[in-house]
């Protein structure tokens, strides 16, 4: 079983943020989060992972809280084009890399 | 660079037959895993090979095997189809070293089993 849970839709308006919540309060201490996204017809594509700082990429931002039992994945300015379904996962680095996907968070970026 | 490709895109079998789905690494990418995807779920982990080796393995049956070739590519095979199997087979490449590298996915294969 999936060890996040997220909610099973948000809407956000374009050129808006877009912040998306995850909880994993098991989360153990060797544990990073990862986030995927899935558009539609497509396979996931990686967007960010981290351990317990913030991070950033070109993509978006990665906020884990103190006490690493939640996340927030934040699109800076959304687009039609990050319409996907967004996937919260746990994993031990440098292990098997079996990646478990839950439901995740079917994002909509309305016009 | 080249991303990962699978073929064929879709495919239609009856149930009790075989079918063997293919998968091109990522250039560079010396690890494949397969995952199953049903409607409306998140994928599911098959299995992983690495150095031609199954290096992991989720919960399905040993009706599904897999392959991982001396250029990397792979196979997934599944007999003894069953209406269940029908699904999105996904494959993903990523490159084991002593760190960490993402995992990248084809866009998949839709297999429909009648």
């Known amino acids: 079983d999936a060890k996040t849970t997220q909610p099973p839709s948000m809407d956000c308006a374009e050129g808006r943020a877009a912040n998306l919540p995850c909880n994993h309060s098991?989360?153990?201490?060797?544990?990073?989060v990862y986030w995927y996204r899935q558009i539609h017809s497509q396979g996931p594509q990686y967007i960010i992972h981290?351990?317990?700082n913030n991070e950033t990429n070109e993509m978006a931002s990665l906020i884990i809280t103190e006490d690493r039992k939640s996340s927030t994945l934040i699109l800076p300015h959304a687009t039609l084009r990050d319409t996907a379904v967004y996937y919260c996962?746990?994993?031990?680095?440098?292990?098997?890399?079996?990646?478990?996907f839950g439901k995740g968070t079917k994002l909509t970026v309305n016009p | 660079e080249t991303g990962v490709t699978q073929s064929p895109t879709h495919l239609i079998k009856t149930r009790g037959q075989q079918v063997t789905l293919r998968c091109s690494s990522q250039?560079?990418?010396?690890?494949v895993s397969w995952y199953q995807q049903a409607l409306g779920q998140g994928p599911q982990f098959i299995f992983q090979?690495?150095?031609?080796?199954?290096?992991g393995r989720g919960n399905f049956p040993p009706r599904f095997s897999g392959l991982q070739f001396p250029n990397y590519s792979s196979e997934l095979n599944v007999n003894a189809l069953e209406l269940d199997d029908s699904a999105l087979y996904l494959c993903?490449?990523?490159?084991?070293?002593?760190?960490?590298?993402?995992?990248?996915f084809g866009n998949g294969t839709r297999l429909t089993v009648t």
């Open positions: 993903a490449s990523s490159f084991r070293t002593g760190g960490w590298s993402p995992l990248h």
């Open positions: 098991t989360i153990s201490g060797n544990e990073y």
């Open positions: 981290g351990l317990k």
């Open positions: 996962i746990v994993l031990v680095q440098g292990g098997s890399e079996k990646l478990v």
């Open positions: 250039s560079g990418h010396n690890t």
């Open positions: 090979y690495y150095r031609e080796e199954e290096n």
